[in-house]
């Protein structure tokens, strides 16, 4: 099977590599060769840039399936699709679980309602990343049909998640001591491990499978997540609820109540296709010792010790 990539060196890219190449694929990453670290032995780097249109290193090669893990304006996908026609059998668009209207109900497979496709947008943001998610989704599946396979991943952590949004309560988890919660403890998550999207993609590839998956990972709530770090760390925590409007606007992990819903996705479909499921547990494990082996560099999203000690003092909560 040969596979090409289009961001094979990016945090989820990385892993759905290892794992093509783990099932004895072929190879081939396109990036401007910028992000993460340098690829295994054995991958063809190609280089370019869709930000500026350069597809040249794509003119000649043929793929078994693409996977495009750098597509998120319509221009992307659509200029990628005219370089590779049917030089590609199956095209894979990562896509999010963003492109689902807000505040559904807990339980929602595949088929709940998406928001407004958008076609472009100046900047990504919190309310044009889904809608313009939806629009390269909706050009893959005209262009490709039945040869067009949407994956659709929660919120992915694992090895490589520099993003900082899971490694900032995993770090925390792990230092033990009064945690300040934004949010009540029983807030729900669905974190997915990149090494289960990934295998849920090769699957997919190997299967010929079409269509939308939602690649969700197990059930769990904000302190699983936080005591699970402690635990691991041979730590202990209080975690101490503080007011949500307390921390600044897109705190780590932090949603409002009536959009819980989106933290209880149905998996269904992902899981009957093949997706691993990797314990929270050993997620965590894995991340911490990840981040040990990078050396623990400074976050810049969350709240500094000294601020969540100040913010503790200031709800009467002692630090
Ligand atoms: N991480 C999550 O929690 C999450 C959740 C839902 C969906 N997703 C989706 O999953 C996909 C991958 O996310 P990620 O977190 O792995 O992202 P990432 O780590 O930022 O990786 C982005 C990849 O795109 C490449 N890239 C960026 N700009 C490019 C350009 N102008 N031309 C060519 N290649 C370019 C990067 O390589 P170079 O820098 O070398 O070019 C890198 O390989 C995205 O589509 C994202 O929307 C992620």
């Known amino acids: 099977m040969r596979i090409l990539m289009l961001g094979g060196n990016g945090f989820v890219g990385r892993a759905i590599v290892d794992d093509a190449l783990a099932q004895g694929y072929e190879v081939t990453s396109f990036s401007r060769g910028k992000s993460g ?3 295994p032995p054995g991958v063809t780097q190609l280089i370019g840039d869709r930000e500026t249109g350069d597809y040249s290193a794509l003119r000649t090669g043929e793929w078994d ?3 495009d893990t750098s597509g998120f304006r319509t221009r ?3 200029q990628a699709m ?7 059998g199956r095209y894979v668009f990562i896509s999010s679980h963003a492109v689902y209207v807000r505040d559904l109900p807990a339980g929602t497979d595949e088929t709940a309602p998406r928001r407004e496709p958008l076609r472009d947008a100046d900047v990504l943001t919190n309310d044009t990343y889904g809608r313009c998610k939806v629009a390269c989704e909706d050009d893959v599946v005209e262009r490709y049909g039945d040869r067009a396979t949407l994956v659709r991943p929660g919120r992915v952590t694992g090895p490589g998640d520099s993003s900082g949004t899971a490694l900032y309560w995993i770090r925390r988890g792990a230092r033990g ?4 919660l934004p949010t009540k403890p029983e807030a729900p998550l669905q974190l997915v491990d990149s090494r289960d999207v990934a295998g849920l993609i090769t699957r997919l590839v190997t299967d010929n499978r ?4 939602n690649a969700i990972g197990p059930d769990s709530t904000i302190a699983e997540l936080i005591r699970t770090a402690a635990e691991l760390s041979g730590s202990t925590v209080d975690i101490v609820p503080v007011p949500f409007d307390a921390v ?4 780590p992990l932090m949603d409002p109540e009536a959009e819980w819903g989106e933290r209880r996705r149905n998996p269904a479909k992902a899981r009957a296709a093949g997706m ?3 314990p929270l547990r050993t997620t965590v494990a894995d991340v911490l010792q990840w981040d040990h082996d990078r050396g623990t560099p400074p976050l810049t999203i969350g709240l500094t010790p000294e601020a969540e000690a100040t913010l503790l003092t200031q709800h009467n909560l002692p630090g």
């Open 37 to 39: 670290s340098p690829l």
């Open 65 to 67: 399936a693409v996977v």
């Open 76 to 78: 992307d996908v659509d």
């Open 82 to 88: 005219d370089v590779l026609g049917d030089r590609v």
């Open 177 to 180: 001591g009064r945690v300040a």
């Open 210 to 213: 079409a269509g939308a998956y």
């Open 248 to 251: 600044p606007r897109r705190f």
């Open 276 to 278: 691993p499921v990797t």
